[in-house]
């Protein structure tokens, strides 16, 4: 189709330059022309004229399109023409005046652009030279000589051809044109100045042109722009604006090569500044030889093999650190691989292969310091206790335990290590346990923190490959802590992350597994390190979030919540005496009661743990403090904290007590439950209302499928049920009904409730209140019966906290009761149900007969049908 994308190179330009006849050389060579124009104004006016009024170009010229390039008039530019139309059209030109007229289009990916596709402003060119290539294409020489517009297209077979009107430039005069022409010139010559290739004599000929017309042509030709500029200059009339436009573009293009300049300026002085290195070190090398001194490099690796030797490594890690070492020893200290090696060699000497400290095996020690650290917690202690107990064992009978060399098992190795979990809510001293449990072994104590970690890298490091690598946490703690057998907490283990980042759960398998952790693996280190002696200890709040195959690795503890008793305790021995250190009161100073304390923990804080207990008594002591230092001490004697007392240093209660639980209770409708949260047990209430309407039921309060499910299933039965349990029977075809749980904004889920739902159900159509302070749970069936559910402990304790004195519980759950502590089951009642019929005769007042007022209602003292819950059930529970 047209002529080629981009421009001919100068190089070319030039070698058809010299080729070509005097009229293509005055074009090339502007000097050259604009000095025989001058010698052309001494001829004959007479025959100027004669000239002038002959017929230059005819009306109708062939068209061809040029992608990529714009062609101007006074300048000479080669072209490649491969299309069958195009070489038609310049074999037609070469047989007659060779006059074409040349347009740009204006989509240079086009092959075949049809006149909608073309710019309206072209130029009149002749063609000089003609060669035709081998593989078929022609390559021409062409210079431009009028600007024109295209009127219309006369003809698209064979070729384009089109009418025109010759557009001649406005050419002004003046100083602004002159000055505007020599920026222009000068501009291009500093451009052609940074460029090497550009010929010196092609700028010094456009340096020398006075025409301002030529001269924004000329340069435009040899400078680089994209289609649209180079057009817009075409067809601008005012030769001063295409002067304003040429000179942004060079201004632009000279700032943009000034810039790559200094970028390869400053590229070239860092690479000589390295060479300049390294002939300095080299010269360095070779003055300490000749003096007998020993370099840097040969030092450093003289400080790594000895520190190789000490760290007393396996096998395979010693032979991967030599092996590194000898590569280290053949690098120049300036190669990048250099700092790289040299870090790794630094982790490999650095861990502890062969650091252990001893364990104190005295069990009665070790019970000391448990105790002295914490309050309760028995299984724990115990579980500590046992692993001290066999591990003083098998020291002291290792011969006698060991077993002939034909009997070992080969494929199972001898455990040393113990990977426990302690599962609990937040405040119950699940971390310091840690610390705790490291005192008494004597061994050191290393934390990590696991919450939000989404990349399985952070368990087991990079590969040396990447940029910054380093080791996992896991090797990292362990450097720190610069011992074999540490006590090392996993803490938040039920928070890591997984997701499209990685599972850092699978990664920590063989970090917790007693069988494989012995040849763990880090990506970094490359080699394997024996985690068997560390003892492993994990820390979570709930294990549902925590993968099936990571839980089955380790040992599970769990930790309840400490009854009100228990919390007293504990402030007196542990709270107390660190607070008052830590706001600078002497122990004579203040002094706390059982009843101030008891107020905190049930009406300012109502927790499973003692963390917000703790913050109270410190607000308590700091108030103190305050009134110490302002000298308002008004008696002598220690500031006594008594729940009056409580009230006024910590304002008005959070949580009200029993009276709560009385008041939202006093209408049908309203039964507490008792739940289990990972914060500990809760007590919540289900609320039911009934409004005129046929059918309706909804469940509010941010529940979740399985308690939805169970809020049906209790409205099934209950429907099921409504003559035996003396309710309308069409109670249900006549009312909509609306079960809410409140605390909205906290979601809710699970099939413990049923029981609660159903009772709320049948307290608000029957009327019948529900006892005072009596709480439930359990799941319940479409038959009516009451299944087990989990939780027991967490779920009692919370009802004490909350200061219910009933709880009625799945029969199956009584053994669940021997977890609960001692002075919690002497101070509730407990009743044991198998159907919903019992829950209802436990738990909901006797309906009241209507008669006439003042008569007696023996209601009051029938006996229920058989109840399965007695005063000797409350005693076999204790």
Known sequence: MAASRWQASIDELVNWMWESDDSLMEVLMPSIFTRKAREDEKEP????????????????????????????????????????????????????????????????????????????VGTIATVHRLLRAPDGTIRLLVQGLERFRLKEFVAEEPYLKARIELAPETVESGLEIDALARNARDQFARIASMIPSFPEELAISIASIEDPLQTVYTIANFQRMNLEDAQEILALD????????????????AEMLTLGQKIQQEAREEIEKVQREYFLREQLKAIQRELGEKDEQAVEIEEFRQKIEAAKMPEEAEKQARRELDRLSRLPTAAAEYGVIRTYLDWLVSLPWSVLTEDNLDIAHARQILDQDHYGLEDVKDRILEFLAV?????????????????????????????????????????????????????????????????????????????????????????????????????????????????????????????QNAEFRDHYIEVAFDLSQVLFITTANTLETIPGPLRDRMEIIFLSGYTEGEKIAIAKGYLIPRQIRENGLRPDEISFTDEGLSKIINQYTREAGVRNLERKIGAVCRKVATRIAEGKKDKEGPFVITPEAVEEFLDRPIFLGPEEIDERTSIPGVVPGVAWTPYGGDVIFI?????????????????????????????????????????????????????????????????????TMATALVSLISGRKVK?????????????????????????????????????????????????????????????????????????????????????????????KKAKTTGDEKNNAG
């Not at 000479?76 to 047989?95: C, E, F, N, W, Y």
């Not at 005012?238 to 293009?253: D, F, H, M, N, P």
């Not at 802590?481 to 540490?486: A, I, L």
């Open 45 to 120: 006016a007479s025959e100027k004229e004669a000239q002038s009024d002959a017929p230059k170009y005819p009306e109708v010229l062939p068209i061809l399109p040029l992608r990529g390039v714009v062609v101007y008039p006074q300048t000479a530019v080669p072209l490649t023409v491969g299309q069958p139309r195009s070489i038609k059209l310049v074999d037609d030109v070469a047989a007659g005046d060779k006059l074409i007229g040349l347009v740009a289009s204006k989509k240079p990916e086009l092959e075949t652009p049809g006149p909608e596709d073309l710019y309206e």
């Open 238 to 253: 005012s030769t001063a604006a295409k002067l304003r436009k040429l000179i942004g573009l060079l201004v632009r293009e």
């Open 391 to 515: 591990r003083k064992l098998r020291l002291e009978r290792k011969e006698e335990l060991q077993e002939p060399e034909e009997e070992k098992d080969l494929i199972r190795r001898e455990r040393e290590g113990v990977i426990l979990c302690f599962v609990g809510p937040p405040g119950v001293g699940k971390t310091s346990l840690g610390r705790s449990i490291a005192r008494a072994m004597g061994r050191k104590f290393v934390r990590i923190s696991l919450g939000g970690v989404r990349d399985e890298a952070e368990i087991r490091g990079h590969r040396r490959t990447y940029i910054g690598a380093m080791p996992g946490r896991i090797i990292q703690a362990l450097r720190r802590v610069g011992s074999r057998n540490p006590v090392f907490m996993l803490d938040e283990v039920d928070k890591l992350v997984f997701d499209f980042h990685g599972d850092p759960a699978s990664a920590l398998l063989e970090v917790l597994d007693p069988e």
């Open 687 to 755: 609320e039911a209302t009934r409004m005129p309407g046929s059918k309706g039921f909804q469940i509010t309060g941010s529940v979740g499928n399985v308690m939805q499910e169970s809020a049906r299933a209790a409205l099934s039965y209950v429907r099921s049920r409504a003559e035996e349990l003396g309710l309308e029977k069409d109670f249900f075809s006549k009312s909509d009904i609306h079960l809410h749980i409140p605390a909205g904004a906290q979601p809710k889920d699970g099939p413990s409730a049923g029981v």
């Open 772 to 864: 005072p302070h009596v709480g439930m749970t359990g799941e319940i069936t479409l038959r009516g019966q009451v299944l087990p559910v989990g939780g027991i402990k967490e779920k009692v304790l919370a009802a004490h906290r909350y200061g219910l004195k009933t709880v009625i519980l799945p029969k199956r759950n009584k053994d669940d009761l021997e977890d609960v502590p001692e002075e919690v089951r002497k101070a509730m009642n407990f009743i044991f149900v198998e159907t919903v019929d019992e829950v209802f005769e436990a738990a909901l007042e006797k309906k009241r007969t209507r008669r006439k007022r003042g008569a007696s209602s023996s209601a009051k003292s029938a006996k229920p």
